[in-house]
C-alpha cells in the first residue's frame, strides 16, 4: 500500500521495510508534506526525530525477531537489540522506558503473549511447541505468564476462543 501510494506521488523509493522508507533522494519539502498526507489517511505517521525512530526500529526488531525468526531465540534481547541498533543497550532501555511508559523487557512479553494468542487461534501448533518456537524454559512458565498478562490460562484462552488479540503498535500494559 505504501509503495502504491509511493508510486502515485511519483516518488523513487530505493527500500521499504516494516516501519521504513529509504527514498532514492532526499524529499523537497512539497514532495515530504505530500507523502504525509497520503500516508496519513491511511493511519500512518512519518517519524523524523532520532528518538522516535531508534524506538520504533526496537519495535522492529522485536516483533521480526518472535515472529519471523527461523529457529528458537538463543540470544538475549538486549544483546541482540544493542547488536542490531549499535548503541548500549542501556541506553536504548531509558530511551524506550522514557517514550512508552514500559520496559523492553515488558513489551517483549507482551509481544510474545501475543503472538501466542495467535498460534493458539490458529490452533496448528501444540502448546509445547509453541513455548519451544518462542524459547520458554518450559511450558509452565509460557501458561504462568500468559495467564498474569490476560487473566486466562492458554488452555481456557483456545477454548473459549476469545478474540481479543491487539494490533502489532498498539501493544501496552493498559
Do not use: C, H, W
Not at 501510494?5 to 532526499?26: D, S, Y
Request: proline residues 3%; negative net charge.
Amino acid at each position: 500500500m505504501i509503495r502504491t501510494e509511493l508510486e502515485r506521488l511519483n516518488i523513487a523509493v530505493k527500500e521499504i521495510q516494516l516501519g521504513t522508507v529509504e527514498f532514492m533522494q532526499p524529499l523537497m519539502e512539497d514532495e515530504f508534506s505530500a507523502v504525509k498526507t497520503a500516508l496519513e489517511k491511511f493511519g500512518f505517521e512519518i517519524i523524523q526525530d532520532q528518538k522516535s525512530r531508534i524506538v520504533e526500529q526496537i519495535k522492529t526488531l522485536v516483533i521480526d525477531l518472535i515472529r519471523y525468526s527461523k529457529e528458537p531465540i538463543s540470544i538475549k534481547y538486549s544483546e541482540f537489540l544493542a547488536r542490531e541498533t549499535g548503541k548500549d543497550y542501556s541506553m536504548l532501555s531509558n530511551l524506550f522506558s522514557g517514550s512508552e511508559n514500559i520496559t523492553i523487557e515488558k513489551y517483549i512479553i507482551l509481544q510474545k503473549i501475543e503472538y501466542v494468542k495467535e498460534l493458539l487461534t490458529y490452533d496448528e501448533l501444540s502448546l509445547s511447541q509453541i513455548a519451544a518456537k518462542l524459547s520458554y524454559s518450559d511450558l509452565g512458565y509460557l501458561s504462568r505468564q500468559f495467564k498474569e498478562i490476560t487473566g486466562k490460562t492458554p488452555t481456557e484462552y483456545k477454548k473459549q476462543r476469545f478474540n481479543d488479540r491487539k494490533p502489532l503498535n498498539d501493544i501496552n500494559p493498559d
